[in-house]
């Protein structure tokens, strides 16, 4: 339940349960609404050190409510309890770890939020995939009116792949030393929600599109300046024609008296 | 795909040739002295010189759109080549024949109007493996060097009667298939390349996307620079021949640019109110009268001149032993009008039953060659 699932990040589409404060926690809990990057809700619950793992079936419930296709990690970790989902998590921890346990979160739920958008625009990328592959060997004079469309997936394609460089060194961050709360829980979240397997997936993926869009851009450049040295060819034709047209009339003219 | 826009231009040709034809040979010398030269605008209200490039422009037109409807259906180029080719090889040999069974056989090397949309559509065969870019240049060419070859070629020397006078001579021969005949390659091209290359934009659908310049635009563009390009000729060249001096024979580049004009604008203006304007009407009398006069066009060409030319050429051997004693002089002006519009309101209902009875046509003969 909590490390076999994969947390692509997704934001539901559907409409999202009012965050209502589950029942039995201790004093203080508190909810901040759109605290998570992208809008989510962050549950805040101070305990005492070995509390925490008592709560987890209401925090459980709680985050399960906003939906219920995408199961919570779970991480517990040095008397604090996390449950993350993308649009809930929940933390419960010491007073006095809360707020950097917190922050890991955060920054965590922002990772996974820009590589489940990555991942998405992939996705969005394959659609036009098998049309687009012809284009990758040859530009004909019937896709030419393609060409913007094809620079303008090239340009996405790129933009991602720019976007997923920059992710990766917060996905592979090393650990850090001395070991801290904070830095323990971003580095198991990052392990059971698999980014540094799915950042992995996606730059094999856009490795394929971009050289795609790249082959393309290449025949297109190319049917750009055959087309460009045919016309030339033409022109260059059509002059010879003109000076033989002139000098056959003069000839004729003067043969003919 | 038949544009009835297409179908009425090519009618009023049609229909400006035949008067333009019956008055010239008939009548356009009645009354004058032997010595008097009849030029082609000796009557200013004849419309003379329309007819030939509207013709020669929608020729160009007509390809390109039967070139579209091929390319759709899927057929090889190799095919649409072979076809193309065979319909010009078909209507020069037709204008051939036309030239000795109607001009006589000393005319036979006249180049008329048949042996040059044949040669011209063999050409465009040429012209379409073009880039896009490439036939403005051609027609560019062919505009600035004709003035230069009818010079060359001493052009007034061929028509000191106002009618094409050559020796059967090689040099005679091919001087008027490329610049001194009726209508040679230089400048006539001029007419169907600018058919073929301008029939996308002028035929255009209207923009979809109101920010776009539409198509209307640039041909708008286009028409008044052709006729601004042809009054600046006539005004500040207006004595020169073959340049300034709207002449039809020679086709001076002032009567080019000013019958392109005539030609786009009046093709642009007939697909706007009729085409557009009501694509899906189901056909009134006048407009299928037209499709049918206009799938008829080259049986018209032809059948008015045998009506008018043969007894012509009958009643002057009969009286004088010499067919083309009367010739341009053997009616008053006001009947050879009368008999013009006779023939075109007969040549209607004789197409009708034509279509009616599935006669066979020199059209019908062509599609089958071809």
């Known amino acids: 339940m909590t490390g076999e699932h994969t947390h692509r990040g997704e934001l539901p589409t559907s409409a999202t349960v009012a965050a209502e404060l589950p029942t039995g926690l201790p004093a203080g809990s508190r909810i901040e609404p759109a605290a998570l990057p992208g809008g989510g809700d962050l549950l805040l619950v101070p305990v005492a050190p070995t509390a925490a793992a008592a709560l987890l079936p209401q925090l459980l419930a709680w985050a399960e409510q906003s939906d219920n296709a995408v199961p919570p990690v779970v991480v517990e970790l040095y008397g604090t309890l996390v449950l993350w989902t993308p649009r809930r998590a929940a933390v419960a921890s010491p007073a006095d770890r809360l707020p950097r346990a917190t922050a890991a979160v955060t920054e965590f739920t922002v990772t996974a939020a820009e590589l489940g958008e990555i991942e998405r625009a992939i996705a969005g990328l394959w659609r036009n995939y098998e049309a687009d592959l012809p284009c990758g060997f040859a530009v004909t004079a019937a896709d030419a009116g393609r060409v913007p469309e094809l620079a303008e997936r090239y340009r996405q394609s790129m933009s991602l792949a720019g976007r997923l460089a920059r992710l990766s060194p917060r996905i592979h961050q090393p650990p850090q030393h001395p070991p801290t709360l904070a830095g323990q829980l971003g580095e ?35 049917r750009l300046l055959a087309q460009r040295e045919h016309v030339l060819t033409w022109v260059i034709v059509l002059l010879l024609a003109a000076e033989t047209v002139l000098l056959l009339v003069d000839l004729l003219a003067t043969a003919g008296g | 795909m038949r544009l009835l826009s297409i179908d009425i231009l090519r009618t009023v040709a049609i229909f400006m ?36 490039p509207l013709f020669t422009f929608l020729s160009g037109v007509s390809y390109r759109t039967w070139l579209t409807v091929q390319q759709q259906r899927g057929l090889a180029a190799e095919v649409i080549a072979r076809q193309t080719i065979r319909r010009g090889l078909f209507l020069i040999g037709l204008g051939f024949v036309f030239n000795v069974f109607v001009w006589l056989p000393e005319d036979t090397f006249n180049w008329d109007i048949l042996t040059f949309i ?39 020397a061929y028509w000191a009667n106002a009618y094409f006078d050559y020796d059967v001579t090689l040099s005679d021969v091919l001087l008027g298939y490329l610049v001194v005949g009726y209508f040679p390659l230089f400048p006539w091209l001029v007419f169907p390349v600018a058919g073929y290359v301008l029939a996308p934009a002028v035929l255009a659908a209207p923009a979809a996307d109101a920010a776009k310049p539409s198509a209307d635009r640039w041909v708008l563009l286009l028409v008044g620079l052709l006729a601004a390009g042809s009054l600046l000729l006539q005004g500040v060249a207006g004595g020169v021949a073959g340049l300034g001096r709207w002449t039809m024979f020679p086709a001076s580049t002032s009567y080019l640019l000013g019958m392109l004009a005539v030609a786009t604008a009046s093709l642009a203006l007939l697909h706007r109110l009729v085409d557009r304007a009501a694509p899906q009407r189901p056909a009134s009398w006048p407009a299928h009268c037209c499709q049918v006069i206009s799938r008829h066009s080259l049986s018209l060409y032809l059948l008015h001149h045998v009506m008018h030319i043969w007894p012509l050429w009958v009643y002057g051997l009969a009286t004088t032993g010499d067919p083309t004693a009367h010739w341009r002089t053997l009616l008053p002006v006001p009947v050879a009008v009368v008999l013009a519009g006779g023939f075109c309101l007969a040549s209607v209902p004789l197409l009708l039953q034509i279509d009616r009875r599935r006669w066979p046509t020199v059209e019908g003969l062509m599609r089958w060659l071809a």
């Open chain 2, 118 to 156: 044949g040669s011209a559509l063999i050409l465009l065969e040429v012209v379409r493996r073009m880039p896009a870019e490439v036939p403005p240049v051609l027609m560019l060419l062919v505009v600035v060097l004709s003035p230069a070859l009818q010079l060359l070629a001493d052009y007034p």
């Open chain 2, 17 to 52: 040739m035949v008067l333009v034809h019956f008055v010239e040979n008939l009548a356009s010398g009645y009354g004058l002295s032997a010595s008097t030269v009849i030029g082609p605008y000796h009557r200013w209200w004849l419309p003379t010189g329309l007819a030939a």
């Open chain 1, 188 to 222: 198991r979240l990052r392990d059971r929600c698999r980014l540094a397997d799915r950042e992995e997936f996606a730059d094999d993926q856009l490795e394929t599109i971009v050289r795609l869009y790249e082959g393309c851009g290449q025949r297109a450049s190319d």
